[in-house]
């Protein structure tokens, strides 16, 4: 492989992977509210391939720091590029808790999961940190003003995932300490998608850049990720005199959850009057859904609205549209990488044979 198409391996391609853990997610969902068997395997199947996925390109993206040294730096140079990478620790959230779903916890499991847990938090945290610092210290192209940015802020809230079942699993400091973490985690994600974001949505008003048209998509998944956040919370009442009232939550997640649906909704117009064509940005419609769909069901088993429910069949039918929608473009994509990279060849093999 040339380095000129190894370079287009950056970290946007986790996209697939989290986007594939969405989906997954929705069919977990869908077996909870449907228990037929069929769904559970479709989940399954999706969550493994989404972790299979994963793998292979973070394999490909460390080979590239490898063979391309003068390279290494790339991501710290571009906004967009150190955002995505972000997006390791969650698909390391999200991915561990859909293990723990299909297979269960064991005390081997659960402290490896734990490990897990605690790595990536401070992984997010550190992107977070080192995204912040970019931003006050680097000549920006207003190019990298766009929603992708707001993805570390929203790593570091996606804890929530992995660290509920660790919860039900631990008791004591083990469990207080997740708690605390997340309640954390909450604090910084939603703060920082309220500076981070306002400049995300600057940048995009004012340069419209088509490619990454499809980030607009990310503000979906924020109020619905805290959402679950404040269920997940008022569930696990860890530490002493911490308490959320589940009348509270509720009240407050249908504000939020209304936002959401405005938020849905435009970027639903933007889909199919700006359709992106050719990119990878295509992926980041998938996790945001799937964070919607969540965080509509938690809703429906709270408030039993029975509307609720057909919005939830709703957004899982757009996120498989969607995801086919993406694999459809990866491929678009990947046929330009290949034609370019083979004409290439055939350049410098004319050049040299003259």
Same mark, same amino acid.
């Given at each position: ?44 199947? $999706?969550?493994? #391939? !989404? @972790?299979?996925? +994963? &793998?292979? =390109? %973070? ?123 997340? $309640?954390?985690? #909450? !604090? @910084?994600?939603? +703060? &920082?998608? =309220? %500076? ?159």
């Amino acid at each position: 492989m040339r380095k000129s198409t190894l370079n287009l391996f950056g970290s946007e391609w986790f996209g697939i992977s989290i986007s594939t853990l969405a989906l997954a997610q929705v069919y977990i969902l869908v077996f909870a509210e449907y228990p037929n068997i069929v769904f559970k395997y479709i989940a399954e199947s $999706l969550s493994i #391939l !989404g @972790i299979s996925i +994963f &793998l292979v =390109i %973070f394999a490909i993206w460390i080979y590239r720091g490898f063979a391309m040294k003068d390279r290494v730096f790339s991501h710290w140079n571009n906004l967009t590029r150190l955002s995505f990478t972000a997006l390791i620790p969650i698909v390391g959230f999200v991915g561990n808790y859909q293990l723990i779903y299909f297979f269960g916890l064991s005390p081997a499991t659960a402290a490896l999961s734990a490990v897990n847990y605690y790595a990536n938090y401070i992984l997010a945290l550190a992107l977070g940190v080192v995204l912040g610092y970019r931003l006050y210290t680097k000549e920006i192209n207003p190019r990298e003003m766009n929603y992708a940015i707001v993805i570390p802020p929203l790593a570091i809230g996606t804890s929530v995932f992995l660290a509920a079942p660790l919860m039900s699993f631990y008791s004591g400091i083990e469990s207080q300490t997740m708690y605390f973490l997340v $309640l954390m985690g #909450l !604090g @910084i994600f939603f +703060f &920082l998608f =309220i %500076f981070i974001g306002s400049l995300a949505l600057a940048g995009h008003v004012s340069t419209k850049v088509h490619e990454t048209l499809p980030t607009t998509m990310l503000p979906v998944g924020i109020s619905s990720l805290i959402i679950i956040n404040l269920f997940s919370i008022a569930g696990f009442g860890q530490i002493d005199h911490l308490i959320l009232a589940a009348s509270s939550v509720e009240f407050v997640s249908v504000l939020l959850w209304g936002f959401e649906v405005w938020n849905f909704l435009v970027v639903v117009i933007l889909i199919f009057t700006h359709p992106a064509k050719g990119t990878l940005g295509v992926w980041a419609y998938g996790f945001p859904l799937g964070l919607f769909a969540t965080s509509t069901i938690k809703l429906l088993a709270f408030t039993k609205f029975p509307a609720l429910l057909w919005i939830f069949v709703a957004i899982a039918v757009i996120l498989n549209i969607l995801w086919v929608y993406a694999w459809i473009n990866t491929g678009i994509f990947m046929k330009k990488m290949f034609k370019k990279e083979k004409s290439e060849k055939y350049a410098i093999s004319g050049h040299g044979s003259e």
